[in-house]
């Protein structure tokens, strides 16, 4: 790598709208052979349609790059203010869990 590559900095604009976020509590993961797609969605108690209200698509790279990237921040954020303990209520029907698609994408 260029010595000068690594000390470039990248100016990255926050619209108002983006700063604002979108509230997700379930996310669903699909891929193919040239990429990761995630669906952030909300499922509210008592309404049994949920919207995607964001969708990211990137390259297996990425989401690998993604993944650490997570991982280095919850380690940092749990050195710093204590264990973040994932305890979900048996047969929970929505929330950050594990969900399998079977659909092929195109």
């Known amino acids: 790598m260029n010595p000068n590559e ?3 900095q990248i100016n990255i604009e926050l619209g108002e709208k983006e700063a604002e976020g979108i509230y997700s509590n379930l996310a ?17 108690p008592g309404v049994p ?7 990211i ?11 650490r990237a997570l991982k280095d921040n919850i380690d940092k954020f749990e050195q710093r ?10 047969n929970q029907q929505f929330g950050f869990t ?9």
């Open 49 to 55: 349609k949920a919207k995607v209200h964001a969708r």
């Open 98 to 106: 594990p969900f399998i698609k079977d659909e092929k994408i195109n």
């Open 57 to 67: 698509i990137t390259t297996p790279q990425h989401a690998k790059l993604l993944m």
């Open 28 to 44: 669903i993961i699909t891929h193919s052979p040239a990429e990761f797609i995630i669906d952030f969605t909300r499922i509210v």
């Open 6 to 8: 690594q000390n470039q």
């Open 81 to 90: 203010f204590g264990e973040i303990h994932v305890e979900a209520p048996p």
